[in-house]
């Protein structure tokens, strides 16, 4: 059981470039979400899913979009990256409402 | 969301508990306490949550206050690994999916001492 598996854990692009981060749970968990946590900030949320099929924003969304065709994958793509994106990236699942949320180890971004 | 208030930072000696407050003066009746810890910015760890009783778990103690404003972690016997941003977060239960998501703080950096 690996918990929430996150890749790349470090990436630099260019301005313009775009990318896609991975995030995988093999918890059967419903919901997953990506948090991005600015130097010396909390996490704030970008997307969130409730299953398979559904997304939804979360309170940071501009410039990347989410997609949820499996339960266990819910990949974050970065469409024209910018220097603001520079941050790190968390991934997290849960069972279900009410349920722990478990984060992944993260994934470090720069934009250079 | 309730918004929660802890202090910027705090020291603990080795060996000794580590009392780690929080206010959420405007927490409602369906928000839950919780608690989680991120160690030299690895993804955050949960350690715990309740209502409105106190909860314990092997990893700590939370203490909730009757009226619910404020809280206290609690770890019993705080080790050097122990030193991280903790952070204390409302969440609200149930309802639409929005409301799984956990709103962060800049929580406490908690160091704990040789």
């Known amino acids: 059981n690996a918990g929430v598996t996150q890749t790349p854990k470090f990436q630099v692009l260019k301005t313009g470039q775009s990318m896609t981060l991975q995030c995988a749970q093999d918890m059967n968990h419903e919901y997953m979400s990506w948090y991005r946590q600015d130097p010396g900030m909390g996490l704030r949320l970008i997307h969130y899913s409730v299953g398979a099929g559904i997304t939804d924003q979360g309170e940071v969304p501009n410039g990347y979009n989410v997609s949820r065709s499996t339960t266990e994958d819910f990949p974050l793509r970065l469409l024209s990256a910018a220097p603001s994106q520079t941050s790190v990236y968390f991934c997290a699942s849960n069972e279900g409402s009410g349920n722990t949320i478990y984060f992944g180890e993260g994934s470090w971004l720069t934009v250079v | 969301d309730a918004k929660t208030t802890q202090p910027t930072s705090m020291d603990c000696a080795e060996g000794r508990a580590a009392n780690l407050p929080c206010n959420h003066s405007?927490?409602?009746?369906?928000?839950?306490v919780y608690w989680y810890r991120q160690i030299h910015s690895q993804g955050p760890q949960y350690i715990i949550h309740g209502l409105k009783n106190n909860e314990t778990n092997e990893m700590a103690s939370l203490i909730i206050t009757e009226d619910r404003k404020s809280s206290t972690l609690i770890l019993p016997h705080a080790t050097l690994r122990d030193t991280a941003v903790y952070y204390c977060i409302v969440r609200k239960l149930g309802g639409q999916g929005g409301s799984e998501k956990l709103v962060f703080g800049k929580g406490t950096k908690l160091t704990v001492n040789p």
């Open positions: 405007t927490i409602s009746g369906n928000e839950y």
